[in-house]
């Protein structure tokens, strides 16, 4: 596949961001959430396939675009399609572009954020994409004993395409989270640095046996946010 267009900014544009009055106006965060550029990345994406796994991949954006309607990232008005649509962008780029793998991307929240349900996604879309679904969807933030359970079944029992999903989508949730950091100051940056807390007790163990790539990119978006965080990370 060819490289997406859709680039983070260099650690020196995050740390100039961390200007002392207010972040700097930089492009990347408006190009990285603009819905037009991924599109046209996703269409491309999406041409490169075979007719039938085209077929399987707009189904299954169109029902998540359906479902997730209203919703957007925090912090913005971008819809919320655009960050399923860079997961499932990121694990081509790492090499992960099975149609199921890709399918799973698209829906990923759709159990968790919408109110459908996991018989729907098995009806709609097979037991294999229904499966991966099920393994990324986490029990509600608040509860963390539930939260603690389900990343040690997740890390002990989940199959090593539920593990390179999580990670691309918490990869993806770093930049994102990185770019809002960028663009709104102060405001977020004590969640910022909570969620990148979580990420490191969570997420990177998962990443043991998943692809080099994966793991590079995983760690750099956290490397990324690490300075607009400070010491945030701490006071979690």
Not at 170 to 190: C, E, F, H, K, P
Request: charged letters at 20%.
């Amino acid at each position: 596949m060819p490289q997406s267009p859709l680039h983070p900014p260099t650690l020196q544009e995050a740390c100039e961001a961390l200007a002392p009055s207010a972040p700097l106006e930089l492009a990347w965060p408006t190009v990285f959430d603009a819905p037009a550029a991924v599109e046209r990345a996703w269409v491309d994406f999406a041409a490169n396939h075979p007719p039938d796994e085209r077929v399987a991949l707009r189904r299954a954006l169109a029902f998540a675009k359906a479902r997730h309607t209203d919703q957007c990232r925090r912090g913005s008005d971008t819809p919320y399609w655009v960050h399923l649509v860079r997961v499932a962008l990121e694990l081509a780029r790492w090499g992960q572009d099975s149609p199921v793998l890709g399918q799973a991307a698209l829906l990923h929240d759709v159990v968790e954020d919408t109110p459908t349900t996991h018989a729907e996604v098995l009806e709609g879309f097979g037991p294999d994409v229904a499966g991966l679904v099920e393994w990324l969807t986490a029990p509600p933030n608040g509860d963390q004993e539930a939260l603690t359970a389900y990343y040690a079944r997740l890390r002990g029992e989940g199959p090593p395409e539920a593990h390179v999903l999580k990670l691309a989508d918490r990869t993806d949730n770093l930049r994102s989270i990185q770019a809002l950091v960028m663009r709104t100051g102060d405001r977020y940056r004590r969640w910022a640095g909570q969620y990148l807390e979580a990420t490191q007790r969570q997420v990177v163990p998962l990443a043991a046996a998943a692809p080099s790539i994966a793991r590079v990119a995983l760690v750099t978006a956290m490397a990324d946010l690490a300075p607009l965080v400070g010491d945030e990370i701490t006071e979690s």
